[in-house]
């Protein structure tokens, strides 16, 4: 049996996924890379998460494999890296993955450096040997210790050019003017890219685009449009109707293999079901559809029923269980008819084809749970509840309990968007938000990431004071608290002081100085979420936070106008920069009174206890007033 290695010290549940493996990890730390250098050693750097598919595979094929770990850890120095728990060092070494191979990498990340911590290859799966094209680990493993024993200075010079390019650009950015063209350009693009028949913005594999359909909807409150809002109604009907959503337990799965959103890849990220909760609710008053409604309502309950603690989240479950990817997930056709038959549904052969069902299953002999409508059968919750009965019976997937500041922040957000309508979830809203608080912020400094009662160690990057901020922002808004105010002010300052410099923004500064990215990836930027931020607390507070946001907005400038539709989150900051922004003040208690938001989407709303009235007012002068919430929508368009 082999021994534990270093990783079974660390709290992340990803190393500790590692701890038994035979080779000889160990976790990012100065006594690693000094041993290389002592020793002449090349590193071997592996950047993973513990609900990644692909990282599984790889660690069953390479790192439980003696012999492959035998050579390895007589030649290499070996380092395993959480990229939830760091994404720095993540993000530094995906750019150098761009760099090195000119298309974006992804997980497992797989990077070797000389003994000097100077890369020269990257990639992501490394099968254990040579197969289809692809070298394998065991080769390539080899090759590199040979070259680096004979001092190959080929190698060596390759490695100090890369690591020359990888130093910050320090190249003065070209601005242009942003003009209404924006958001022109923007939906042109996003309808060349819808696919008409299931929605969303590409082939397989599939991702819900969330910050794309977010902006759509607010350019069509902004200026109605049947074809936008045929893009986001059908997108989001689509993905609904199962498979990448579980009908099930609730909550989305991260993405589709298939261009219908029926097979997903299984794994569940708060991340993913926080703005997707966020998404739907707004959806659904927007559109005033309740099917919307409900589908952030079944999001929450599974976040809060599945993956909480402490009224605090995970971070992500797994794909696989018992060695399976999705075994948790699907059904043999016999449970289905069974189920149905139990609830007394007539013709439940044809009943199981409502829901995707067949004999011959729809995913490797066994079936996924999908609508072929929209409107749910009038039996679809009884026969739910018997078929969550029969997952009680299996093995949940493996749940990262680790706590990510910035994706907590987006739960409580989404929390605070269904309590508007719900109080249930605006008290576990007020819970959740009290609960981080209390236990990732010392002071004005946020941190990332830890185990639920365990003490943050990892400062806190631009992500986590941007989306906090949102979530405070969001707060506020939904219950004129105003110390939730007060405290998306502080930390926004302490985010301008970390890490703005001249309208760049940096997402961490210190050993791993990596730029804020622009594009919406995972999830939206963290700089475009800050800027909405500050776009917020220049109406609100203080006009000198929106020239912090248009600097911002300056320094993206060329790349906005050019393709917008890689900058969904920034695009929709931009056009807002371009109207005008309306607040509406009034007593706190008329302000609870407005049952509908208005249509126009820049709206912000200020308590003012000296008020008897509604008042609209722009940035720098006020309109009108009123006692009838319902006549607002109407006198604001007449401002514009």
Same mark, same amino acid.
């Given at each position: 049996?082999?021994?534990?290695?270093?990783?079974?010290?660390?709290?992340?549940?990803?190393?500790?996924?590692?701890?038994?493996?035979?080779?000889?990890?160990?976790?990012?730390?100065?006594?690693?890379?000094?041993?290389?250098?002592?020793?002449?050693?090349?590193?071997?750097?592996?950047?993973?998460?513990?609900?990644?598919?692909?990282?599984?595979?790889?660690?069953?094929?390479?790192?439980?494999?003696?012999?492959?770990?035998?050579?390895?850890?007589?030649?290499?120095?070996?380092?395993?890296?959480?990229?939830?728990?760091?994404?720095?060092?993540?993000?530094?070494?995906?750019?150098?993955?761009?760099?090195?191979?000119?298309?974006?990498?992804?997980?497992?990340?797989?990077?070797?450096?000389?003994?000097?911590?100077?890369?020269?290859?990257?990639?992501?799966?490394?099968?254990?040997?040579?197969?289809?094209?692809?070298?394998?680990?065991?080769?390539?493993?080899?090759?590199?210790? +040979?070259?680096?024993?004979?001092?190959?200075?080929?190698?060596?010079?390759? $490695?100090? =050019? *890369? !690591?020359? &390019? #990888?130093?910050?650009?320090?190249?003065?950015?070209?601005?242009?003017?942003?003009?209404?063209?924006?958001?022109?350009?923007?939906?042109?693009?996003?309808?060349?890219?819808?696919?008409?028949?299931?929605?969303?913005?590409?082939?397989?594999?599939?991702?819900?685009?969330?910050?794309?359909?977010?902006?759509?909807?607010?350019?069509?409150?902004?200026?109605?449009?049947?074809?936008?809002?045929?893009?986001?109604?059908?997108?989001?009907?689509?993905?609904?109707?199962?498979?990448?959503?579980?009908?099930?337990?609730?909550?989305?799965?991260?993405?589709?293999?298939?261009?219908?959103?029926?097979?997903?890849?299984?794994?569940?990220?708060?991340?993913?079901?926080?703005?997707?909760?966020?998404?739907?609710?707004? +959806?659904?008053?927007?559109?005033?559809?309740?099917?919307?409604?409900?589908? $952030?309502? =079944? *999001? !929450?309950? &599974? #976040?809060?029923?599945?993956?909480?603690?402490?009224?605090?989240?995970?971070?992500?479950?797994?794909?696989?269980?018992?060695?399976?990817?999705?075994?948790?997930?699907?059904?043999?056709?016999?449970?289905?008819?069974?189920?149905?038959?139990?609830?007394?549904?007539?013709?439940?052969?044809?009943?199981?084809?409502?829901?995707?069902?067949?004999?011959?299953?729809?995913?490797?002999?066994?079936?996924?749970?999908?609508?072929?409508?929209?409107?749910?059968?009038?039996?679809?919750?009884?026969?739910?509840?018997?078929?969550?009965?029969?997952?009680?019976?299996?093995?949940?997937?493996?749940?990262?309990?680790?706590?990510?500041?910035?994706?907590?922040?987006?739960?409580?957000?989404?929390?605070?968007?269904?309590?508007?309508?719900?109080?249930?979830?605006?008290?576990?809203?007020?819970?959740?938000?009290?609960?981080?608080?209390?236990? #990732?912020?010392?002071?004005?400094?946020?941190?990332?990431?830890?185990?639920?009662?365990?003490?943050?160690?990892?400062?806190?990057?631009?992500?986590?004071?941007?989306?906090?901020?949102?979530?405070?922002?969001?707060?506020?808004?939904?219950?004129?608290?105003?110390?939730?105010?007060?405290?998306?002010?502080?930390?926004?300052?302490?985010?301008?002081?970390?890490?703005?410099?001249?309208?760049?923004?940096?997402?961490?500064?210190?050993?791993?100085?990596?730029?804020?990215?622009?594009?919406?990836?995972?999830?939206?930027?963290?700089?475009?979420?800050?800027?909405?931020?500050?776009?917020?607390?220049?109406?609100?507070?203080?006009?000198?936070?929106?020239?912090?946001?248009?600097?911002?907005?300056?320094?993206?400038?060329?790349?906005?106008?050019?393709?917008?539709?890689?900058?969904?989150?920034?695009?929709?900051?931009?056009?807002?920069?371009?109207?005008?922004?309306?607040?509406?003040?009034?007593?706190?208690?008329?302000?609870?009174?407005?049952?509908?938001?208005?249509?126009?989407?820049?709206?912000?709303?200020?308590?003012?206890?000296?008020?008897?009235?509604?008042?609209?007012?722009?940035?720098?002068?006020?309109?009108?007033?009123?006692?009838?919430?319902?006549?607002?929508?109407?006198?604001?368009?007449?401002?514009?």
């Amino acid at each position: 049996m082999n021994m534990s290695n270093r990783l079974a010290h660390e709290d992340s549940p990803y190393l500790q996924q590692h701890k038994d493996n035979p080779f000889d990890w160990y976790p990012w730390c100065d006594e690693a890379f000094e041993r290389a250098r002592s020793e002449n050693k090349p590193i071997f750097i592996s950047i993973g998460y513990s609900s990644c598919h692909w990282c599984h595979v790889m660690e069953r094929e390479v790192f439980e494999n003696d012999a492959i770990a035998e050579f390895v850890n007589r030649h290499f120095i070996c380092i395993k890296v959480d990229r939830e728990e760091r994404p720095d060092i993540d993000k530094h070494y995906q750019e150098l993955h761009m760099l090195l191979n000119r298309r974006s990498g992804g997980w497992p990340l797989s990077v070797f450096c000389t003994p000097q911590n100077k890369p020269f290859y990257a990639a992501t799966y490394i099968p254990p040997h040579n197969r289809d094209r692809m070298m394998g680990f065991s080769e390539l493993s080899e090759i590199i210790a +040979a070259k680096v024993a004979e001092n190959d200075e080929k190698l060596f010079s390759n $490695a100090d =050019e *890369i !690591a020359s &390019f #990888m130093r910050p650009d320090t190249t003065p950015v070209q601005a242009t003017t942003l003009t209404e063209k924006i958001a022109e350009l923007y939906v042109k693009q996003t309808r060349h890219n819808f696919d008409e028949t299931n929605g969303g913005f590409s082939a397989a594999p599939k991702f819900p685009h969330v910050s794309t359909l977010r902006t759509l909807m607010r350019l069509e409150r902004l200026t109605p449009d049947p074809h936008i809002r045929h893009m986001v109604q059908h997108s989001l009907e689509q993905m609904a109707l199962g498979g990448m959503y579980d009908l099930v337990d609730g909550g989305f799965c991260r993405y589709s293999t298939d261009a219908s959103w029926l097979v997903p890849h299984f794994e569940k990220m708060t991340y993913d079901n926080a703005l997707l909760c966020s998404l739907y609710s707004e +959806a659904a008053e927007v559109y005033d559809e309740p099917r919307f409604a409900n589908v $952030a309502r =079944e *999001i !929450a309950d &599974f #976040m809060m029923n599945f993956m909480s603690e402490q009224d605090l989240f995970y971070s992500a479950s797994d794909a696989d269980s018992d060695g399976e990817e999705g075994k948790y997930f699907v059904y043999s056709y016999d449970e289905i008819f069974s189920a149905l038959e139990a609830c007394g549904v007539v013709d439940p052969d044809r009943a199981a084809r409502e829901i995707g069902a067949l004999p011959e299953g729809n995913f490797e002999g066994n079936c996924i749970v999908r609508l072929g409508f929209a409107d749910r059968p009038e039996w679809f919750d009884k026969v739910r509840d018997r078929l969550a009965l029969l997952r009680k019976g299996r093995n949940y997937p493996f749940v990262d309990r680790k706590v990510i500041t910035a994706w907590n922040a987006m739960m409580i957000n989404a929390l605070f968007v269904l309590g508007k309508k719900d109080e249930r979830y605006l008290l576990q809203a007020k819970r959740s938000l009290a609960m981080l608080l209390s236990s #990732m912020c010392e002071g004005d400094i946020l941190k990332h990431s830890a185990l639920i009662g365990k003490r943050a160690k990892i400062d806190g990057f631009l992500e986590d004071y941007a989306y906090l901020c949102a979530a405070l922002l969001e707060g506020y808004r939904t219950t004129l608290h105003e110390p939730y105010l007060i405290d998306a002010q502080r930390y926004a300052n302490k985010a301008l002081e970390l890490f703005y410099r001249e309208g760049k923004w940096y997402f961490s500064r210190g050993a791993f100085t990596t730029e804020a990215e622009l594009d919406d990836g995972t999830y939206p930027s963290s700089m475009a979420v800050m800027v909405e931020a500050l776009m917020d607390l220049g109406t609100l507070i203080d006009p000198k936070y929106r020239h912090f946001a248009f600097k911002s907005l300056e320094f993206a400038s060329l790349k906005l106008m050019k393709t917008p539709i890689y900058f969904p989150a920034l695009t929709l900051q931009a056009v807002r920069w371009l109207h005008p922004e309306r607040l509406i003040k009034a007593p706190s208690q008329k302000l609870a009174a407005i049952e509908q938001s208005p249509a126009y989407p820049f709206v912000l709303y200020r308590n003012d206890e000296t008020l008897e009235a509604y008042l609209v007012c722009g940035e720098n002068a006020c309109y009108a007033t009123t006692d009838d919430a319902a006549s607002l929508d109407g006198i604001i368009r007449s401002t514009l």
